[in-house]
């Protein structure tokens, strides 16, 4: 995967969860433009916002700080990159902690738990985090052509009383 992209688009915006739907918007809006199916552009709006709020949320706990979204467009695939320069954590000890969810538990625990990490995971194809002088995830997701979505019948399927 060390090929140059086609394309890249910078965003900054404002640790603040005010500013988060921006960065969604603009990932949003390349995907579409890509050609990404539009459950695949959700996943990448999911992720992008999870991966925003947790640096809004641990990596300046509330103080002042940047968050740098980086797109990078492959004919393929995205890359985003979401970089903040706050806080850092260690991946490992948070990836120990995610697991099973217990009912009954606020959303904030389950939050601290590491589930946007693993929520993240599940809906990109590729995920790599590093913790060291601030944290970078970066998420690939790669477009799926002339695949049919698995809940969409085909009209063959129907039966017809001819």
Avoid: W
Wanted: glycine share 8%; aromatic share 6%; proline share 4%.
């Amino acid at each position: 995967m060390n090929d140059k992209p086609l394309d890249l688009v910078n965003l900054m915006i404002p640790a603040k969860p005010d500013y988060v739907g921006i960065a969604r918007l603009a990932v949003s809006g390349i995907a579409n433009r890509m050609g990404f199916s539009y459950d695949d552009i959700e996943d990448l709006k999911l992720a992008v916002s999870e991966a925003c709020t947790n640096a809004v949320d641990h990596a300046y706990c509330g103080g002042e700080g940047e968050i740098e979204v980086n797109c990078n467009i492959f004919t393929n695939r995205i890359q985003i990159e979401v970089i903040d320069r706050g806080n850092s954590f260690n991946v490992e000890e948070v990836e120990k902690r995610t697991g099973p969810i217990k009912m009954g538990r606020s959303m904030n625990a389950i939050r601290e738990r590491g589930l946007g990490l693993y929520l993240i995971k599940s809906l990109m194809d590729h995920v790599d985090i590093k913790g060291d002088n601030g944290v970078i995830v970066k998420m690939t997701k790669y477009i799926r052509k002339d695949v049919v979505e698995p809940h969409v019948e085909t009209s063959t399927s129907f039966p017809t009383n001819g």
